[in-house]
């Protein structure tokens, strides 16, 4: 049989290792890092996500078909992020003064 | 030319030992006579090849449930930038205690769900009901915990559309005593509850169907369904649950832990 059983104790390794993360990300969110604050969380929880897909889904042990897919779904949210990020967060970089004048003429 | 069975999953084998068979059976209920495993739908070649394609149909609808739940996350994203303030504030009124015990549940209801794809992989039966059914225990348990942190919020009228909106006063008169500054425009802090209550009301949806999903696992699993040759859904059921979890995991720190320092 090819396929690839994984055992209870990598299973818990995880567990653990999710935990401790979620003990981490609760206790740095109470203190101030300015805007890093947000990117702490976000790679804690990142690398949270990143164990569950890997090894609780055995995206690790899947044939590469499947991890294309895995890597193209998430490649595609990036692309939503920064396309609609880069229109949103954009606006007002343009001065008043030349939207004014481009509407006047 | 040796093709790697795992590089050619949804082509052919050109080498088709079972070619013969199909052309002598062409009823399906014929083919646990001729040698394949009653587990094995007629228009897959081997168990391997089900497997996969089965495993790759799970992540493609999972990708669009990605997609689905990032178009929450960026509304998320926009309307925070816009109300960093309020949004902070907002954060505040929600109780850590509730939501850090939410992840820690649902992380252990991850990990009796890879026990029980592992107990059907080794073809234990009971040790897979009993590991489902604690599955099925610590989703309700978290979704108990969600209700009695939804009916908090409810309490102090702190859901949107509600008139007044408000938030529990003590957070408020924190807020003002520790910031020195006034709490936020209220209207813009019923923003990030109509965003709190839609993301994780969507959540939970997911959950329900979850649980609803784990109860036919262990009805039929009970039954003696599923064997070490045969286990798709229980594995597919668990990629869905995972995901789930993958989710939360996202919510927790964006919706509970923004405002705390």
């Known amino acids: 049989m090819s396929e690839h059983i994984v055992q209870p104790k990598s299973y818990y390794k995880i567990f653990g290792a999710l935990m401790v993360l979620t003990a981490l990300t609760v206790v740095v969110a109470f203190f101030d890092f300015g805007a890093l604050n947000d990117i702490v969380a976000m790679t804690i929880a990142v690398t949270k996500a990143t164990l569950v897909i890997l090894f609780f889904m055995h995206v690790f042990y899947s044939s590469r078909l499947t991890k294309t897919i895995v890597v193209a779904g998430f490649f595609w949210l990036a692309i939503m992020f920064v396309m609609i990020g880069s229109d949103y967060l954009s606006r007002g970089y343009v001065p008043r003064g030349i939207t004014n004048y481009v509407e006047r003429h | ?182 709490f936020p425009d209220i209207n813009r802090v019923q923003m990030f509850y109509v965003i709190y209550y839609g993301m994780t009301g969507i959540h939970a949806l997911h959950m329900v169907i979850g649980i609803i999903a784990l109860g036919f696992l262990t009805f039929y699993g009970y039954r003696g369904a599923y064997s070490p040759e045969y286990n798709s859904p229980v594995e597919l059921t668990g990629l869905y649950w995972h995901f789930v979890d993958i989710v939360w995991i996202f919510l927790f720190p964006l919706l509970y832990l923004i405002g705390r320092h």
Do not use: C
Not at chain 2, 25 to 54: C, K, Y
Not at chain 2, 64 to 82: C, N, W
């Open chain 2, 1 to 182: 030319m040796a093709t790697r069975v795992e590089d050619s999953t949804l082509i052919p084998a050109v080498h088709d030992t079972h070619a013969n068979h199909r052309v002598a059976h062409h009823d399906p209920h014929t083919e646990d006579a001729s040698g394949h495993h009653p587990a094995l739908q007629h228009h897959f070649d081997n168990l391997e090849q089900q497997r996969d394609a089965t495993t790759l149909g799970m992540w493609t609808f999972l990708v669009t449930e990605i997609m689905f739940f990032g178009g929450l996350f960026m509304a998320y994203t926009v309307y925070r930038v816009f109300n960093p303030e309020a949004f902070e504030a907002a954060s505040r009124v929600l109780e850590i205690k509730y939501g850090a015990i939410n992840t820690a549940v649902l992380i252990a209801s991850s990990l009796t769900m890879a026990m029980a794809v592992y107990f059907s992989q080794i073809g234990n039966r009971k040790l897979l009901v009993a590991f489902l059914g604690l599955t099925m225990i610590l989703g309700t348990a978290f979704l108990g915990i969600k209700a009695i942190e939804y009916s908090h919020k409810f309490a102090h009228n702190t859901y949107p559309g509600a008139v007044p909106f408000e938030v529990d006063h003590h957070v408020v008169e924190e807020y003002e005593r520790e910031k020195g500054r006034p």
